[in-house]
């Protein structure tokens, strides 16, 4: 999610063509389209269909212009992309397709999926992986959105459940900055167990620990939302900077399908609390 310089919300989610959402007051949300209305034949080698699901797509809005970042991949598979597009409106059909900005295969230690841009002192870093891999990162040109250097930095690890961490975003509040992932398994409806976890770190590069003090890299993290009551496997989550504070969204499910989630978050101890 993000918000334009009128006060609108844009959420973007995984689907074909990457859906749009659009809101007033961050409740009520209308479907307004999609980025690619006419497909996105330059992902199809990474999807492995003719205009298949696009995935994770992360936002950014300054200056005017929407940033967006999205994923290409089939699941359990290293033959992932990252791409990158750019709007002055948001709308449907305005993209300018500014093509990959990274890709991997099985030769690689790291999965090119989960995008999610964080801008510190006007440099650009790239947090994205996934299972069997691990969290890292990578710096970006502010110019291309592409990468500024080969270098890749580890940021978070499991071996639990065959590694299943994936989905990070890195939000700054205060002098920390604090990684979220999404561990666990997603996208299995109710019988989902997708949970949302943090560390945090004085340094976007980390090491990130969690509230035990146990590194991330070493699989920490403590627990900022799972399963409850009739919400289940919470995840996939984003973080914006909001009028009333820092505001947590997610995807989630019930016995009803699946919903978008946005919750306000609490740093006053210096860890996350959802309110």
Excluded at 219 to 243: E, R, S
Aim: charged share 10%; aromatic share 14%; hydrophobic share 35%.
């Amino acid at each position: 999610m993000c918000k334009d310089n009128t006060g609108k919300y844009w959420v973007f989610s995984t689907g074909v063509g990457i859906e749009i959402r659009s809101s007033t007051d961050r409740i009520a949300f209308t479907r307004v389209g999609v980025v690619w209305p006419n497909g996105a034949p330059w992902t199809d080698q990474y999807t492995g269909t003719s205009n298949g699901a696009l995935w994770a797509p992360d936002c950014t809005y300054m200056n005017g212009q929407f940033y967006l970042y999205y994923a290409a991949s089939s699941f359990g598979s290293q033959n992932s992309a990252i791409f990158f597009a750019r709007s002055s409106t948001g709308l449907p059909g305005s993209w300018t397709n500014d093509g990959l900005v990274t890709s991997t295969s099985s030769n690689n230690n790291y999965n090119a999926i989960d995008p999610n841009l964080i801008i510190e002192n006007g440099l650009w870093y790239l947090s994205l992986g996934s299972f069997w891999t691990g969290i890292k990162l990578m710096s970006a040109s502010s110019s291309t959105g592409k990468p500024s250097s080969s270098s890749i930095t580890s940021l978070a690890q499991r071996s639990a459940n065959n590694g299943a961490i994936e989905a990070s975003v890195i939000y700054k509040n205060g002098s920390f900055f604090y990684l979220f992932t999404s561990w666990d398994n997603c996208c299995q409806g109710t019988s989902s167990t997708y949970n949302i976890r943090v560390g945090r770190s004085s340094s976007v590069a980390g090491p990130y620990v969690d509230q035990s003090g146990v590194a991330l890299t070493s699989g920490g993290g403590t627990l900022v939302l799972g399963t409850h009551d009739n919400i289940v496997g919470p995840g996939g989550q984003d973080l914006l900077a909001d009028n009333d504070g820092p505001i947590l969204v997610y995807h989630y499910y019930t016995s009803s399908g699946s919903f978008l989630g946005i919750n306000r978050l609490d740093f006053s101890s210096g860890w996350p609390v959802v309110v």
